[in-house]
């Protein structure tokens, strides 16, 4: 997720903040909104393999913090049957190392290779305003000023230059919205919509979506 400023205003040019908790993309959508599961978890993070021959595992995590993946007590897998503890005990190449419990050797980490990890929704911190998990962007309806519909909101991004939202038009065609108090000046997460006022010439005329 993209790293969360602790206050933030509606300036002009300032990009919006979003708190840690939750995968940024659609396949990997940290809300089980989309028939999995239930709709009051959050994926904090997944593990991405085993680490040495002593049951460590690397851990990708998705909060803006990526240690406090391990704060929150307990994770779980994605059926919420499994529960895990993890200890965190080091970094590699932008990944965690961290002990499970009752993991003991190379091939019970393995198994656990994929394992998408959540956590209760309702353990997470209160947002401020202005504040967004990517998880609820995720899947809003995108729509212009004057309410024609633009698409919907199928991943969030941060190359370096502050976040962006990747939009998908009914004709399949996607595009990078700076996710910033300009561009994005209405976000509706209770309504399920945003309003993208795009920075002149982003948008091709055939990028407008008919309906949504």
């Not at 939750?22 to 994926?43: F, I, K, M, Q, Y």
């Not at 913090?65 to 929150?72: D, K, N, T, V």
């Not at 980490?109 to 956590?119: I, P």
């Not at 969030?156 to 700076?178: C, T």
């Amino acid at each position: 997720m993209r790293h969360a400023a602790p206050t933030a205003d509606r300036n002009r040019d300032r990009h919006l903040p979003l708190k840690g908790g939750g995968a940024n993309t659609l396949l990997a959508s940290p809300l089980n909104r989309e028939g999995e599961g239930d709709a009051g978890r959050v994926c904090l993070g997944v593990i991405t393999g085993p680490q040495g021959v002593r049951g460590l595992v690397r851990v990708r995590s998705f909060t803006a913090a990526p240690e406090a993946i391990a704060a929150y007590g307990p994770l779980q897998d994605e059926s919420g049957a499994q529960r895990f503890a993890l200890e965190l005990v080091g970094a590699h190449k932008g990944v965690l190392i961290a002990r499970v419990a009752d993991v003991k050797d190379r091939n019970a980490a393995e198994r656990l290779r994929g394992m998408r990890l959540y956590v209760r929704r309702a353990v997470l911190p209160e947002l401020a305003a202005e504040e967004f998990y990517h998880a609820d962007l995720v899947g809003l309806r995108a729509m212009h000023s004057d309410g024609t519909p633009l698409g919907k909101v199928r991943a969030v991004y941060d190359f370096g230059g502050g976040p962006s939202l990747e939009i998908e038009n009914a004709a399949g065609k996607m595009v990078l919205v700076p996710f910033t108090t300009a561009a994005v000046p209405q976000v509706d997460i209770a309504g399920g919509k945003l309003v993208v006022t795009p920075p002149e010439g982003l948008l091709e005329a055939p990028a407008r979506a008919e309906e949504v």
